[in-house]
């Protein structure tokens, strides 16, 4: 399984990116994916996760701001950022976990978001 993440770069405050993670070798559909962060100096932290059923949850610190969706069709999964902040810079990686009763998990490489003020 491979996990191909883009879309991040330098923004300004205030701006939106989209972030993109492409799955391969595995049957997107039936997998949870969810978007982790990792701002400098910090642990990995969950940001949001849409189930293989299309269920949306967030954490509580980007709720409003930061929009997870997928394309089965693609086999892609989105994360929309917006009102971007500095705190917002961090590497972001997708993550994919396969059904039940194995829940295989996978990581894509990471793409690194910088927001300046």
């Known amino acids: 399984v491979q996990l191909q993440a883009s879309g991040g770069g330098l923004a300004q405050s205030g701006q939106s990116l989209r972030l993109s993670c492409r799955a391969s070798?595995?049957?997107?559909?039936?997998?949870?994916m969810s978007w982790y962060r990792q701002l400098p100096g910090k642990l990995r932290e969950l940001v949001a996760v849409?189930?293989?059923?299309?269920?949306?949850d967030y954490a509580d610190s980007v709720k409003g701001r930061f929009t997870i969706s997928r394309d089965n069709a693609k086999n892609t999964v989105y994360l929309k950022i917006d009102s971007l902040q500095p705190d917002d810079t961090a590497v972001y990686y997708c993550?994919?976990?396969?059904?039940?009763?194995?829940?295989?998990?996978?990581w894509g490489q990471g793409t690194q978001v910088t927001v300046s003020s």
């Open positions: 070798g595995t049957i997107f559909s039936n997998n949870d």
């Open positions: 993550n994919s976990r396969g059904p039940p009763p194995f829940r295989y998990t996978y």
């Open positions: 849409i189930t293989s059923g299309g269920v949306t």
